[in-house]
C-alpha cells in the first residue's frame, strides 16, 4: 500500500505553499508553559517543515508567517524574545540551509527589525543565494495592506519620474513592486489552529489561492499534517474563475 507522502507526490505538487503558523500561545497554555515556551516550540515546528519539504518534496517555494506588522503591539517582551529567537533560527540554521539548497528571502519592513536581525538576515540571504531546491520566504514584520501601500508609492513615484504612464498601471505593474516580485502567487494557503481568516498575509498574491484551515496548533504541525492539506488541494478543483470544461 502506498504511503500517503507516495501518494501526494504522485498527486501534482502546487510550486507555492503559504503557512500561517498560529497557534504557539494556546499551545503553551495548555501545557501549562509560558508563552516563550510556545513560541521556542514554534521555532522547532517550523525547521521540521522546512528539513521535511527541503528533503521529500519537490516543492519549490514555501513561505512561512513568522512576525506580522500588527505583532509589535504585543508585550515588550515578548517581541524581544521573538527577535532573538528568530537571529538565533537564523544563525545557527544557516549553514544547514546552504547545505540543503535552499534560497532564503525575506519580505516585510526590515527597517523596524533590531540592527542584529536585520544583519543576521543580511548574511542569510547573501550565504543561500545559490541555493535552488528550495525557496524559502519568511515574512517578518510584514504586512499585506502595507505591501500593497508601498507599491503604490513605488508607482506613484515612477508615474512622477516620467517611467511609466497612470495608463500603463495595471495588474503586472503593481505585482512587479510587490516584495515577492518573480515570485509565483501561492498556490495553497495553510492556516494552523482553527482561525479561518488571512490576517493581512499576501492578500494581493493569494487572490486565487486554495485555503486550508486546520485546528492543529503550530507547535503540532508536523509532516504528517502538512501532507494531509497536500491532498485535501489534490482534490480541488481550481478554475479561476472559468466554468467547468473551458481551458485555464
Known amino acids: 500500500m502506498r504511503t500517503l507522502l507516495e501518494r501526494v507526490k504522485e498527486g501534482g505538487l502546487p510550486r507555492h505553499v503559504a503557512v500561517i503558523m498560529d497557534g504557539n500561545g494556546r499551545w503553551a497554555k495548555a501545557h501549562g508553559l509560558s508563552r516563550t515556551s510556545g513560541h521556542q516550540a514554534g521555532a522547532l515546528a517550523a525547521e521540521r517543515l522546512i528539513r521535511f519539504v527541503g528533503s521529500k518534496l519537490e516543492l519549490p517555494y514555501l513561505t512561512l508567517f513568522a512576525f506580522s506588522s500588527e505583532n509589535w503591539a504585543r508585550p515588550q517582551s ?3 524574545f521573538l527577535m532573538d529567537l528568530l537571529t538565533d533560527f537564523i544563525r545557527t540554521r544557516l549553514a544547514e540551509l546552504v547545505d540543503a539548497g535552499v534560497q532564503l528571502r525575506v519580505i516585510g519592513d526590515r527597517e523596524r527589525i ?3 536581525l536585520r544583519d543576521q538576515v543580511a548574511d542569510g540571504i547573501a550565504a543561500t543565494a545559490d541555493g535552488e531546491r528550495l525557496h524559502l520566504t ?3 514584520s510584514y504586512g499585506g495592506r502595507q505591501e500593497l501601500a508601498a507599491a503604490a508609492r513605488r508607482i506613484a513615484s515612477d508615474v512622477v519620474a516620467g517611467k511609466i504612464r497612470p495608463g500603463d498601471v495595471d495588474e503586472t505593474a503593481v505585482a512587479d513592486r510587490l516584495e515577492t516580485a518573480g515570485m509565483p502567487d501561492p498556490d495553497l494557503v495553510i492556516r494552523t489552529s482553527g482561525e479561518e481568516r488571512l490576517s493581512n498575509f499576501l492578500l494581493w498574491q493569494s487572490a486565487y489561492a486554495e485555503l ?5 496548533l503550530w507547535p503540532d504541525f508536523v509532516p504528517a499534517e502538512f501532507l494531509r492539506c497536500l491532498a485535501a488541494y489534490q482534490r480541488r ?3 479561476f474563475g472559468l466554468v467547468e470544461g473551458m481551458e485555464t
Open 78 to 80: 515578548e517581541v524581544a
Open 114 to 116: 533590531p540592527s542584529a
Open 138 to 140: 519568511i515574512a517578518l
Open 212 to 216: 486550508c484551515f486546520t485546528d492543529v
Open 237 to 239: 478543483r481550481r478554475r
